[in-house]
């Protein structure tokens, strides 16, 4: 379940109330509500252990004392998923700090297929450093459960299948706690201010 | 990042003397790097000059077994990728397709693509017919 669908159904959640009880109950519910949304956001992330394209052991403490930007995603997907990464690896460059300013991270939700070899030889297409990680199909629900992700398989006609999957990165501090996010359809200059303050 | 943009065309005014017929080019085709037996992805440019609407209705290639029209939609931050169907082209009208949009998926790769290679691609439409382009295989990082 994704931040906007439990937003949703908190909504949902607020109208019943509102519908079937007092006034001042409804008014409780109410405040109730903003501030269970920024205990949530305050909340993404947090530690995780996968495996790297290397195929060793991937804790998150390696994460820490850089800046993250985290992209969840899937090798066997043509469009979404090298687009964000070509985006944030232009984004890095175009922030002028060097690849070392900050981390570009893959998690991949199709654990299935992404072994740590088709993960490596996938961040190898990109000139520049980017984290590629997978890990077994329990250690992929928890981090996705973690950082409010969605996926989901989808049969593809002819055989084979897609995975639908949250697109949205998650940027991370140099310590490991949430910052921001960079939606597909922001612009590159609202994202790129909000990696400057990450790097800064 | 938009999905796809409609250029109106200055085309148009020459279409009106062209008597009425679609005329379409397609050019400016690309995609990204591929390995294993990953798809790929192909973006294309479809303008038509001519004076009468037309469809894209399917894509062939010997490079792949299978050739389809896919849309990437998103919604609450989730992107999910279906077939498109047959694509509108109007009068006077040109489509460039984008990453995160509409792009042609190649299933079934003969060999994955390198950057630097190219290979043909034949896009079929409703009237008129088979127009033949060199898809040019871009770096990773192309935008
Ligand atoms: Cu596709």
Redesign the pocket.
Known sequence: MNLKQLRLGLWVLVGLVAAGLVVFLWQESKTEQPAFSQTSLGTIGGPFNLTASSGKPFSSAELNGKPAAVFFGFTHC??VCPTTLARLTKLRRDLGKGNDALSIVFISVDPERDTPAEVDTYMKLYDTPVIGLTGTPAQIEQVKKQFGIFSRKVEQPGGGY?VDHTATVILLDRNGQFSSTIAMEEGNDVALAKLRRITA | MKRMLFIPSLALLAACGQGGKANIEVSDAWARPTRGDA?G?VYVTIENKGGQDDRLVSVMTDHAAMA?V???EMSNGVAR?RMAGEINVPAGNSIKMVPGGT?I?LEGLRTPLHTGDSFPLVLKFRESGEEKVSVRVAEAGEQ
């Open positions: 043509p469009d897609s | 798809p992805a389809m896919h849309q990437t990728m792009h998926m």
